[in-house]
């Protein structure tokens, strides 16, 4: 039980040691100010609505402090903490998969919607139905081992770039949403992603990206089986959908796999909005925050009317609720995390910092 | 980039600093010799086993070193780190429930497995089937939200005894298995229960008796459902199994929730065989241990026979294979942790500590 106790078993010894931390005290250099964890928001209602709850639920001895165990924080990936447009990443990524993979199968040159993406046909692909995304999503993300696929998915992304802003995806983080990630870790959050997105195509880069562990990435899954495989163990990706982790089933996995209601949630879209209710739905303080896009220059501009990540009903839902609105054109400074190394191309949005 | 450099900015000071820091050094008491970080373990091959590995894997610099963020260690819950004796802790909280919900149901007087629970004909239901064990956990473990169950959990636990121990269930941890719980946190490991238990019926209580969070609570599942009761958000159970976290589950369960394959797995019977497998399948160092259930004195003693937590084809397994197998008997000097309050009742298996 004493075991992290530590006794001073001479009077001299503690008499001196006294004095040192004493002398050190008075001595060592005076706190900087405390820096700005935002610099790249803009003053404004948004900023001070993140840095208001965080300094309420931190407040020790207060009626909003929570406890650090349980200070949970989730956020949506696709238009929360990356780019979803002009298509979401993990479309691009099955595009790609469907070239790689078309010579093993000639039988795709007269199947939809495979014909279609290999003849660039995206207009038939927008209209794809859900059983010819599942199947697009089965050809491209299944049959192999859980580590095959990993392997997959780095080696795509080590080359990959986004088709309008000509950079490494992984290099499209949102800077602000990256410094509120930080701001809330510090601060004694754990945060976690819940996407829409599959969990085994995020969780190669989440870490390096946004900081996030693979363990705190929740997202859609497809089935796995263990089996073994000439006596040794695998784990094999199956063609079955596993969760669907959008609308109402975010909620749910979240419960599951966190088993605490969230303190705070971070969406952009319709998809979010049952994540969010569930937060809000809480006893004591809580945040729920949109990110609008509404900046078609520095990257895009939509909501109600979009395909990819519509935002309409939980648009209306913050409004009515008081959640946070985030504008996107207003209140961030700078969008993307500079690149550290210029790619050679244009990069419109570079950002000054 | 500087934020986190402290600067001296006068020279006396940094003299003054530097001279403080080196007479501290000096003056400390010296560090006290190494704790036995598993006192409750006889010394012997078992403990020399686990201490080996957690020095291989934590040494910098060496073959056998293990970043801190890829430490993963899983343990199961049931005979692993509570007795699963004479029957699953889960199976009496069902069999409790049952008799606090008969006057609610009438036809259970005429329904099996209900019938046999409610006249204590343990003999009929050892021989209950699996549409039978389905039924009753559905029975009383659904149909409420999950804070509701949470609750019942609970309260369950703050007053249900071990039938032998006539000790509450949550003072029945091993003790010798929360040392090594401790001692691999205290080496940078992440600990995980892996349970075929449910994971909504650990979790209220595994935070206390074991310090593992629900996040780290990975178990069996009902189906969940995000629905709207008066306009507010709930979670609510229904009545169909949503994971089986036992077998084969076990892998797949780590790889969803977890995403890393873990350096070390605890178990005790045959439902964690896939579990071990996975762990050691996996390049590099790793640790497989069952516990022995070999000591009907002060626990129990079972193996290949025991319809509750047969260990028979992972026994023969460990044995080829070479994993640590614990004679509870020979390996561990006390069982339980001790209980701080006496229960007034006859307590034959007190530890003295």
């Known amino acids: 039980m004493n075991r992290s106790r530590r006794h001073c078993d001479f009077g001299w010894r503690c008499a001196l040691a006294a004095t040192v931390l004493l002398l050190w005290g008075v001595l060592a250099p ?45 956020f949506d990936n696709d238009g929360t903490l990356w780019p979803e447009q002009p298509i979401y990443v993990q479309l691009a990524f099955a595009l790609d998969r469907v070239h790689d993979l078309a010579p093993q199968h000639p039988e795709w040159r007269q199947q939809q919607p495979f014909e279609a993406v290999l003849e660039g046909d995206m207009k038939t692909l927008a209209a794809v139905d859900e059983k010819g995304a599942v199947d697009l999503v089965m050809a491209t993300h299944t049959g192999m081992t859980v580590s095959a696929f990993a392997g997959i998915v780095k080696a795509w992304f080590a080359t990959a770039r986004h088709p309008r802003f000509k950079r490494p995806y992984q290099s499209l ?27 085994d195509f995020m969780r190669p880069v989440a870490e390096a990206m946004y900081g996030i562990p693979p363990e705190q990435v929740i997202g859609s899954s497809v089935r796995t089986v263990f089996t073994l495989v000439d006596g040794r163990p695998a784990l094999v990706r199956d063609p079955a959908v596993d969760f669907v982790d959008d609308n109402a ?55 109600r009317d979009s395909a990819t990540g519509r935002l309409d009903k939980a648009l209306d839902m913050a409004q009515a609720e008081g ?6 054109k207003a209140d961030w400074k700078s969008v993307f995390t500079s690149e550290p190394a210029a790619s050679g191309s244009t990069v419109p949005n570079r950002e000054r910092r």
Chains 1, 2 share one sequence.
């Open 30 to 74: 005076p706190a900087r100010a405390q820096a700005d964890p935002l610099p790249s928001w803009n003053e404004g209602a948004a900023k001070r609505a993140i840095t208001a709850f965080v300094a309420a639920v931190t407040a020790d001895g207060t009626p909003d402090y929570v406890p650090r165990e349980e200070r949970i924080a989730v």
């Open 173 to 199: 983080a949102y800077q602000p949403m990256t410094e509120l990630l930080a701001y809330l870790r510090a601060s004694g959050f754990k945060t976690y992603i819940v996407s829409g997105g599959g969990i």
């Open 323 to 328: 959640w946070v609105i985030v504008d996107m």
């Open 249 to 303: 089933g975010k909620p749910v996995a979240i419960e599951r796999f966190i088993g605490r209601r969230p303190l705070a949630a971070f969406g952009n879209s319709d998809g979010d909005l049952e994540m969010l209710q569930w937060t809000t739905g809480g006893a004591g303080r809580r945040l729920a925050l949109l990110v609008h896009h509404t900046d078609g220059e520095r990257e895009y501009a939509y909501d």
